[in-house]
Nanobody, 121 residues
Framework: QVQLVESGGGLVQAGGSLRLSCAASGSIFSINTMGWYRQAPGKQRELVAAVTSGGLTNYADSVKGRFTISRDNAKNTVYLQMNSLKPEDTAVYYC???????????????WGQGTQVTVSS
């Protein structure tokens, strides 16, 4: 069994900052990519940022220069530092990972429960 536990969401004024954390626990052999997606009301879920086990990163154009993704491989944890937040960043943010539970099991995708980020104008 694998669990992704997210924390750090909340309410912040435009221009403010928040830091999201997501820790993966359970039966884990290897983690490939870890990332964050978001879904605003009435919109599709979209990729915000992702990071590979080797440190390669990818960002949505809308957050480049404002958000920074990082991970601590020893703790199986991924972080999302969000600066200069805008009202349009308001959404439920979901942690996502691609990991292998056993060396022979292949990679599977897992999602966190989501954390609400609300940016007021």
């Amino acid at each position: 069994q694998v669990q992704l536990v997210e924390s750090g969401g909340g309410l912040v004024q435009a221009g403010g900052s928040l830091r999201l954390s997501c820790a993966a626990s359970g039966s884990i052999f290897s983690i490939n990519t870890m990332g964050w997606y978001r879904q605003a009301p009435g919109k599709q879920r979209e990729l915000v940022a992702a990071v590979t086990s080797g440190g390669l990163t990818n960002y949505a154009d809308s957050v480049k220069g404002r958000f920074t993704i990082s991970r601590d491989n020893a703790k199986n944890t991924v972080y999302l530092q969000m600066n200069s937040l805008k009202p349009e960043d308001t959404a439920v943010y979901y942690c996502n990972t691609n990991l292998m539970q056993k060396w022979y099991s292949g990679f599977s995708e897992y999602w966190g429960q989501g954390t609400q980020v609300t940016v007021s104008s």
